[in-house]
């Protein structure tokens, strides 16, 4: 069973940035794509960044376009989101998510990852 567990939210300021990892256990040589997800209080989850397992590629949710970088690290074990130029509105708490990788397609809906991480805390203050 393929369990993703994040890392690396916190209280940041606004204008700041702010790097998450989601690293998973119990993997096996299946390529996973990564999913970043996110869910404030009182909104719906929202789709954040995803990328491949196959290849490099990558794709952002409009909220984040241009101010977030999702990537891998060499060995591939872990993924990481990089947020930069931080608004109070990205606080939320940040989901990773996981599944097997049958193609390049790279889904922004929530019910197309099977695996999920328990979420880590991004507070952004003004």
């Known amino acids: 069973q393929v369990q993703p567990v994040e890392s690396g939210g916190g209280l940041v300021e606004a204008g700041g940035s702010l790097t998450l990892s989601c690293s998973l256990s119990g993997r096996t040589s299946t390529k996973y794509t990564i999913a970043w997800f996110r869910q404030a209080p009182g909104k719906d989850r929202e789709f954040v960044a995803a990328i491949s397992g196959i290849g490099s590629g990558t794709r952002y949710g409009d909220s984040v376009k241009g101010r977030s970088t999702i990537f891998r690290d060499n060995a591939e074990t872990t993924v990481f989101l990089q947020m930069n130029t931080l608004k109070p509105e990205d606080s939320a708490v940040y989901y990773c998510?996981?599944?097997?990788?049958?193609?390049?397609?790279?889904?922004?809906?929530?019910?197309?990852?099977?695996?999920w991480g328990r979420g880590t805390q991004v507070t952004v203050s003004s």
């Open positions: 998510a996981a599944r097997p990788s049958l193609s390049q397609a790279l889904s922004p809906l929530s019910y197309a990852y099977d695996y």
